[in-house]
T-cell receptor
Framework: KNEVEQSPQNLTAQEGEFITINCSYSVGISALHWLQQHPGGGIVSLFMLSSGKKKHGRLIATINIQEKHSSLHITASHPRDSAVYICAVSLPGNQFYFGTGTSLTVIP | DAGVIQSPRHEVTEMGQEVTLRCKPISGHDYLFWYRQTMMRGLELLIYFNNNVPIDDSGMPEDRFSAKMPNASFSTLKIQPSEPRDSAVYFC?????????????FGPGTRLTVL
């Protein structure tokens, strides 16, 4: 059983579409992280959140602690958003669990 | 700041050889993390350090793996002897505080191929 589940695994969208990636977890966490990994392999931390909502440019991340669920939204998607998006949770005991990632392709 | 620096970027070696991966964290960051990424298992935390001291190495797969942090600006991950199943991308990351409380900054990774 995976402590972190992401959906969908793969997602193809047309440029301009609104995109949602979901993450569910089964453990008590201290924080949830959204990471972005581009085709070149580099990993960038997009958000770290423990409650509510955060916004950065066209990216919005929300978390519902009671439901153990988080979503990453991309508004007005662009081909440069094509990447793998990884959800990760950190636990109070400092363990980390990672989702398997959502591969997003945005077509011009 | 130059960000987290890893070397080498690519390493190809033969089974049985010793492999050493290197990492320089961002100056002022007290936490350093080593991760491994494979297609089958995704990202896995191997070990992390706080102020140069290993805190949790429960993710280290076997005794063939060892990690050290002799000072605040340098860490190594060593595999001896290497095996084909060790082929993966190894990432180093650093943060000011423990990852649950602060953003982690990732290095570019070292792609290891063991033949």
């Amino acid at each position: 059983k995976n402590e972190v589940e992401q959906s969908p695994q793969n997602l193809t969208a047309q440029e301009g579409e609104f995109i949602t990636i979901n993450c569910s977890y089964s453990v008590g966490i201290s924080a949830l992280h959204w990471l972005q990994q581009h085709p070149g392999g580099g990993i960038v931390s997009l958000f770290m959140l423990s409650s509510g909502k955060k916004k950065h440019g066209r990216l919005i991340a929300t978390i519902n602690i009671q439901e153990k669920h988080s979503s990453l939204h991309i508004t007005a998607s662009h081909p440069r958003d094509s990447a793998v998006y990884i959800c990760a949770v950190s636990l109070p005991g400092n363990q980390f669990y990672f989702g398997t990632g959502t591969s997003l392709t945005v077509i011009p | 700041d130059a960000g987290v620096i890893q070397s080498p970027r690519h390493e190809v070696t033969e089974m049985g050889q010793e492999v050493t991966l290197r990492c320089k964290p961002i100056s002022g960051h007290d936490y350093l993390f080593w991760y491994r990424q494979t297609m089958m298992r995704g990202l896995e935390l191997l070990i992390y350090f706080n102020n140069n001291v290993p805190i949790d190495d429960s993710g280290m797969p076997e005794d063939r793996f060892s990690a050290k942090m002799p000072n605040a600006s340098f860490s190594t991950l060593k595999i001896q002897p290497s095996e084909p199943r060790d082929s993966a991308v190894y990432f180093c990351a650093s943060s000011r505080w423990i990852g649950g409380s602060d953003t982690q900054y990732f290095g570019p990774g070292t792609r290891l191929t063991v033949l």
